[in-house]
């Protein structure tokens, strides 16, 4: 478990958020932009350690989810705190973690891991995240056994940040493989957004 520092990491970490905050400074989201996207996902892949921010804010902290299921474990040993309700159906758990909160509470630098029968078949983008820029996961839908489907908010340089202008809709298949299972993502379709919160 990290340690929470005092009023000086306090002020270590409002810098560091400035700097995130700046245009520009955010994960490659090109690969949802490609007709055919490269898998980063492989079987018996571990989990990634959580990003380093140098400080959590303690009331941000205290309001993470709590450890439920065995495959909180893994995430929370490498650093993540949990956030949200995690999905499950079929033998698939998506749990979402984030390395830090922004000044508001929303996650900065997360990410959604896919568990297969307990094992790690992947996460449903490449990189880390960061809420209200582009590419940011907005929400996951478990299908059945072997589908999973997500939406990124894709964001216009002219867009506020409360709304972004389109939307990406990604197709995942889940390959049960001699090595473990792994999550595949199929396709991607870019549109714009309409009623997005």
Same mark, same amino acid.
């Given at each position: ?62 309001? #993470?989810?709590?450890?439920?299921? @065995?495959?909180? $474990?893994?995430?929370?040993?490498? *650093? ?5 309700? /995690? =999905? #499950?159906?079929?033998?698939?758990? @998506?749990?979402? $973690?984030?390395?830090?909160?922004? *000044? ?5 630098? /997360? =990410? #959604? ?22 590419? #940011? ?61």
């Amino acid at each position: 478990m990290r340690r929470i520092a005092g009023p000086v990491a306090a002020a270590g970490y409002l810098l560091i958020m400035l700097t995130f905050d700046a245009p520009g400074v955010q994960a490659d989201n090109s690969w949802l932009d490609c007709e055919a996207i490269a898998n980063w996902n492989r079987p018996g892949m571990e989990v990634p350690a959580a990003p380093q921010f140098g400080f959590a804010d303690p009331r941000f902290v205290e309001r #993470a989810r709590p450890a439920e299921t @065995v495959e909180d $474990g893994p995430l929370l040993d490498t *650093g993540w705190y949990l956030f949200a309700p /995690y =999905q #499950a159906g079929w033998g698939i758990k @998506v749990i979402q $973690g984030t390395g830090s909160f922004d *000044g508001m509470g929303r996650p900065w630098g /997360y =990410q #959604a891991f896919v568990f297969v029968d307990g094992t790690l078949a992947g996460t449903l983008a490449p990189d880390a995240m960061m809420a209200r820029t582009d590419g #940011a996961l907005d929400r996951i839908v478990v299908g059945d056994h072997q589908s999973l489907f997500a939406t990124f908010r894709r964001y216009a340089a002219s867009d506020p940040l409360c709304c972004p202008s389109g939307i990406s809709e990604v197709q995942y298949r889940i390959e049960r493989t001699e090595d473990g299972a792994v999550l595949v993502p199929v396709s991607v379709r870019t549109r714009v957004a309409s009623g997005l919160e």
